[in-house]
């Protein structure tokens, strides 16, 4: 079900139960401010989630509420997840969904990393 743009954060949803170890997850990377791991559905040759471990609903929730060394230390995280997937030189896409026209469907904070080949372009309406 579509995550609102006002949904409080559930510690139940799907990524935080990833983040305690309950479930499963193939890991590209993991630091003390995030956890890359690849999507289960992929939508391109390379998909990877970036996740920060602290508990965030959407992007702008993330950026009001976070302590600035957690915001730095995320996207440094984000960066060196596109250099251990090789993304670097032929270039990648980062996205990222809030609420129920972007279709989010967990409501922790993540970016998308897309590559692997020609990503078309930026985004096809539904
Ligand atoms: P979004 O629509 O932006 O909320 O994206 C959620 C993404 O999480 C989708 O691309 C799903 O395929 C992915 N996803 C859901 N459950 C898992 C899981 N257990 N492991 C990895 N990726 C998942």
């Not at 970016?111 to 985004?123: A, E, S, T, Y």
């Amino acid at each position: 079900m579509p995550v609102t743009g006002l949904d409080p954060y559930d510690d139940q949803n799907i990524f935080a139960r990833i983040l305690r170890g309950e479930i499963p997850n193939r890991t590209v990377y993991e630091d003390e401010f995030a956890l890359a791991f690849h999507d289960i559905a992929p939508q391109a040759p390379v998909h990877v989630l970036v996740i920060p471990k602290g508990p965030y609903v959407s992007a702008v929730d993330f950026a009001a509420r976070a302590p600035d060394g957690e915001i730095a230390g995320f996207w440094r995280a984000v960066g060196r997840v596109a250099g251990i997937l090789g993304l670097e030189q032929e270039g990648y896409r980062l996205l990222s969904n809030h609420g129920i026209h972007a279709g989010q469907e967990v409501p922790h904070f993540h970016v998308h990393v897309f590559g692997g080949g020609p990503l078309g372009r930026m985004i096809q309406a539904a």
